[in-house]
């Protein structure tokens, strides 16, 4: 469990203070920019700080969501840890105050994707025009494909390339001799092609230790889920992999394959040849409750961005210790040895957690994944700054 969880009243207080800041604030830039308040018309102020001044100053200012960074209150709330957070018992989603919402849903609407704050938004198209979220029991009779879009809540939005970056920057910071880790934009496919290049210029540099690839990708473009791979590759032999490894997400018990596994093994017959099929191992892991419509949105598993990374993560760790073992280990014992590396999503005794620990797990990472966005505009603020100073 989170320690030291926000009361309910906590949170209300503390959204009660933000609205107060954010109110002062919007009043503050009123006064020194009436030229831009083109949504007020005949509103008294009190009412158009409530309901469209917001929208006015995204719409007028440059950076709007770094400029509200600014203010040391309206930061320290956007940028609070989960601690500080109330949690909903059954949805899993914050309790945001009105206003919060509202920004993260109008940076949603800007062009650039630095702005869109991880999980904290609802798609454009469930959101009113200034920005608060269109409430379900209003979409049409016939919006079953609305419906189920898991855009609806905090623990069931899908990642944007924020959440990749953030994953990305902390797996790559991991070096090692014969470890090479292909965290990138794009799809299997790519990175195997990216293998064999890598490994040939490798060999023409006179390169001839193994070489042992990680791979973190979605795994086509027909079946964008995202998945991890370890090939192992013999510099003076680029066109065929010593050994092959995938690691999926889907709960599930081995040595049964996921529904996708021919899309792992297409991409990989795309780059090595039909081949390549009989020596390509399965090291899944159960982690991922299988997405199923007509259930509750708030209960659909969108988290194989965190479980691939915990696992590539890992594999890496593994690779650093003793690269022969990924060469020559058992499929059991590499996959036991991955679960000692994965605090996140097992126990100490190797057990997988709970269902709904594991769902809290994920909770948790998506807010702070939210938090390193912010700090990283404060960041960027700052830097522009000092920059105009």
């Known amino acids: 469990m989170i320690e030291n969880a926000c009361t309910k009243d906590a949170a209300i207080a503390a959204n009660c203070n933000f609205e107060h800041e954010i109110y002062n604030f919007l009043q503050a830039w009123v006064d020194n920019s009436e030229e831009k308040t083109l949504l007020r018309f005949e509103q008294p102020l009190d009412a158009y700080l409530a309901n469209d001044a917001l929208r006015d100053f995204f719409l007028n200012t440059q950076f709007p969501l770094q400029q509200l960074l600014k203010n040391q209150a309206i930061a320290a709330h956007l940028g609070r840890c989960v601690q500080s957070v109330y949690f909903?018992?059954?949805?899993?989603?914050?309790?945001?105050?009105?206003?919060?919402?509202?920004?993260?849903?109008?940076?949603?609407?800007?062009?650039?994707?630095?702005?869109?704050?991880?999980?904290?938004?609802?798609?454009?198209?469930?959101?009113?025009?200034?920005?608060?979220?269109?409430?379900?029991?209003?979409?049409?009779?016939?919006?079953?494909?609305?419906?189920?879009?898991?855009?609806?809540?905090?623990?069931?939005?899908?990642?944007n390339n924020n959440v990749f970056d953030e994953l990305s920057k902390r797996c790559k910071a991991k070096?090692?001799?014969?470890?090479?880790?292909?965290?990138?934009?794009?799809?299997?496919?790519?990175?195997?092609?990216?293998?064999?290049?890598?490994?040939?210029?490798?060999?023409?540099?006179?390169?001839t230790q193994l070489q042992y690839f990680v791979i973190y990708s979605r795994h086509s473009p027909q079946e964008g889920h995202f998945g991890v791979s370890v090939v192992v590759m013999d510099p003076a032999y680029a066109d065929y992999p010593v050994r092959v490894l995938v690691c999926d997400t889907l709960l599930k018990e081995l040595p049964q394959h996921p529904r996708w596994w021919p899309h792992f093994v297409a991409e990989f017959s795309n780059v090595f040849g039909d081949a390549i099929a009989e020596i390509i191992e399965d090291l899944?892991?159960?982690?991922?409750?299988?997405?199923?419509?007509?259930?509750?949105?708030?209960?659909?598993?969108?988290?194989?961005?965190?479980?691939?990374?915990?696992?590539?993560?890992?594999?890496?760790?593994?690779?650093?210790?003793?690269?022969?073992?990924?060469?020559?280990?058992?499929?059991?014992?590499?996959?036991?040895?991955?679960?000692?590396?994965?605090?996140?999503?097992?126990?100490?005794?190797?057990?997988?957690?709970?269902?709904?620990?594991?769902?809290?797990?994920?909770?948790?990472?998506?807010?702070?994944?939210?938090?390193?966005?912010?700090?990283?505009?404060?960041?960027?603020?700052?830097?522009?700054?000092?920059?105009?100073?």
């Open 284 to 389: 899944s892991h159960p982690l991922q409750k299988v997405n199923i419509k007509g259930d509750n949105p708030y209960r659909h598993d969108w988290d194989c961005p965190y479980y691939a990374a915990s696992m590539a993560e890992a594999l890496a760790d593994l690779i650093t210790a003793s690269p022969d073992f990924l060469r020559n280990g058992s499929l059991i014992a590499i996959h036991t040895a991955m679960k000692a590396l994965m605090p996140d999503y097992y126990h100490a005794d190797l057990e997988l957690k709970s269902r709904a620990s594991i769902q809290e797990v994920n909770r948790l990472k998506r807010w702070q994944s939210g938090m390193l966005m912010i700090k990283e505009l404060l960041k960027g603020s700052d830097a522009k700054e000092s920059l105009n100073a």
């Open 88 to 159: 909903d018992s059954v949805s899993g989603d914050p309790l945001l105050s009105a206003t919060e919402e509202r920004i993260y849903n109008l940076a949603r609407r800007m062009d650039v994707e630095q702005m869109h704050v991880p999980f904290r938004f609802m798609h454009p198209n469930k959101q009113t025009e200034a920005g608060n979220a269109v409430d379900i029991s209003t979409y049409p009779t016939d919006s079953e494909e609305i419906r189920y879009n898991s855009s609806n809540h905090f623990t069931s939005r899908s990642a």
């Open 175 to 207: 070096i090692a001799p014969q470890l090479n880790i292909l965290f990138e934009y794009g799809y299997l496919e790519e990175r195997l092609r990216d293998v064999k290049d890598i490994t040939a210029r490798l060999h023409a540099e006179g390169e």
